[in-house]
């Protein structure tokens, strides 16, 4: 039986992960929520599954497992519907992989992490991650390996429009610093520990340069030769509860052990090199006829 990965919230990074597996003669099954989604994913070459509906053919063909979706009120959306099915499933595996988020670190006032720090989220979101990570590590023989990601942007996330329509807001606040993620990077990683499982490893996804989040907003500017958006000091900032979150804790995050355990360049090892990417990527001219 060919390699078959089975994507659970088949979102912008498991995408960027089938763009790397399908060429290889992988398949791909990917779970939705969302019916117009589902067609676009089977444009891309993804077999679209609508969440809820059976899974036990999928189940039955599985070699790899991604979970991308995120803990809701409930707890993991994925163990509440589909536990017992896995948990049979886990032997049979070659990879499993969950998608966190470096939020689980919690507030380190600058300073640097890696994957040994002691867990302490200051957020309702980073518990939930916490909780999520130690449920799918519960499950007994999953080849488990968890990866926490930084701040994620690429294609059709990057700061641009909103600087081209005047809307970017370089909030300031004293000693903030975010570590951010090419979705090409993340994609190289979770394909370089497919073809490296290492069952248990936990990887902190994130490139080189730990910056301010005004610098990136700023340096978008340079890019367009637009002028630099004011500073806004951040106590004076309106912000929704989930940008607010974001500015509850600063932190450096280590990348090491990607780039050790896993032998990983990456393509874009700061938001310079990424936000050049992008911006060629919008002035190159469309592919094909």
């Not at 390699?3 to 088949?10: M, Q, W």
């Not at 036990?56 to 995120?70: D, M, R, W, Y």
């Not at 998608?99 to 380190?108: E, R």
């Not at 500073?231 to 990607?258: C, G, Q, T, W």
Request: hydrophobic letters at 40%; charged letters at 20%.
């Amino acid at each position: 039986m060919g390699k078959v990965l089975l994507s659970f919230g088949h979102g912008y990074s498991a995408q960027a992960l089938a763009r790397l597996l399908l060429p290889q003669g992988w398949r791909v099954i990917g779970t939705t929520r969302d019916s117009d989604k589902a067609m676009r994913l089977a444009a891309e070459g993804v077999e679209p599954v609508l969440w809820g509906d059976d899974l036990s053919t999928a189940f039955a063909e599985t070699s790899h497992v991604l979970i991308s979706a995120g803990p809701d009120t409930a707890g993991d959306p994925v163990l509440a519907c589909h536990r017992d099915a896995i948990a049979d499933l886990a032997p049979r595996l070659d990879w499993a992989g969950y998608l966190s988020t470096t939020g689980v670190y919690g507030d380190h006032q600058g300073g640097w992490v890696d994957e040994d720090t002691p867990l302490t989220p200051s957020t309702k979101r980073g518990q939930s991650r916490v909780a999520a990570e130690a449920a799918w590590q519960a499950l007994p023989g999953l080849p488990l390996h968890i990866f926490r990601l930084a701040g994620i942007y690429g294609p059709g996330r990057g700061p641009f429009e909103k600087v081209r329509q005047g809307t970017a807001r370089r909030i300031v606040k004293p000693g903030q610093v975010f570590s951010r993620i090419h979705v090409d990077d993340i994609a190289q990683v979770l394909a370089a520990s497919i073809a490296r499982p290492r069952p248990g490893a936990i990887y902190n996804v994130c490139d080189d340069d730990p910056a301010p989040p005004e610098d990136v907003i700023a340096h978008a500017a340079h890019l367009l030769g637009l002028p630099v958006p004011e500073a806004v000091p951040h106590d004076a900032a309106n912000l929704s509860p989930m940008a607010r979150s974001f500015y509850a804790e600063s932190k450096r995050v280590s990348n090491r052990r990607i780039k050790e355990d896993l032998g990983i360049r990456l393509l874009y090892p700061d938001y310079r090199s990424g936000l050049a990417a992008l911006l060629a990527h919008e002035s190159a001219p469309p592919q094909g006829i």
